[in-house]
């Protein structure tokens, strides 16, 4: 063998793939692909439908308050008078009050004859409402905050049905609570009229 010959090269082996096994890998591909396309399409949905269940509690919400605020705009003011034209009656002297008639200080509406809801508050407690945790703690302080003005309106009913009301020995202990009562009445009312204002506000620029 001559010097300037050279050994033979050594091929490397081709890779072949059979058109079947190429098939199978094609198929595998498209399965993965379709899986993970469903499970997105179906996270994508369940967030649409928490941001599409969020957003309408939120303006569940908004309503409620803002129907609620108005009532107590309406009443508020009817109970102050209450208040204050009870206490010039105590103020009249000793014994002034000679017998105590709930008609003297209010007219043809009682005590409250509309009715402060919470409807919403049950919306939130759906699974599918994400809220913020201070949009969340607001709103639950608010009906809380409530419950305080529906108590305040049933004690002074629940005065008001008792047949002591009627006794004139117990005139001016009568006068003394009733005020007692409105008065509370009056200031949660107060109270929770200017909270309903700071949530609206807050949920608004939420």
């Known amino acids: 063998m001559n010097q300037g010959d050279t050994a033979p090269k050594k091929q490397s082996p081709a890779w072949t793939t059979s058109p079947r096994v190429a098939d199978h ?3 595998g591909v498209m399965i993965f692909a379709s899986v993970f396309l469903a499970f997105w399409l179906n996270d994508y949905r369940l967030a649409v439908g928490e941001r599409r269940a969020t957003q309408a509690a939120v303006e569940a919400v908004a309503r409620e308050v803002a129907t609620n605020l108005a009532i ?4 508020a003011p009817y109970h ?3 208040s204050e ?3 010039a009656r105590l103020a009249a002297g000793p014994g002034a009050p000679a017998e105590f008639r709930p008609s003297d200080f209010m007219d043809e509406r009682g005590i409250f004859r509309e009715i402060l809801t919470h409807d919403s508050w049950e919306v939130l407690r759906q699974t599918e409402v994400r809220l913020d945790l201070d949009t969340r703690l607001a709103v639950n302080r608010i009906f809380r905050q409530q419950e305080y003005v529906d108590h305040a309106i049933r004690q ?3 005065f008001l049905d008792t047949r002591e009301v009627l ?3 117990r005139a001016e202990e009568n006068h003394l609570i009733f005020y007692r009562l409105v008065t509370d009445l009056y200031y949660q ?3 929770l009229k200017e909270n309903y204002r700071r949530l609206l506000a807050s949920l608004e620029a939420s």
């Open 25 to 27: 890998i094609i198929q």
């Open 189 to 191: 009312q107060v109270a």
């Open 167 to 169: 006794d004139a020995e």
């Open 80 to 82: 102050r008078d209450m």
């Open 85 to 87: 034209a009870v206490m």
């Open 156 to 158: 002074t009913v629940d």
């Open 72 to 75: 107590l705009e309406r009443w």
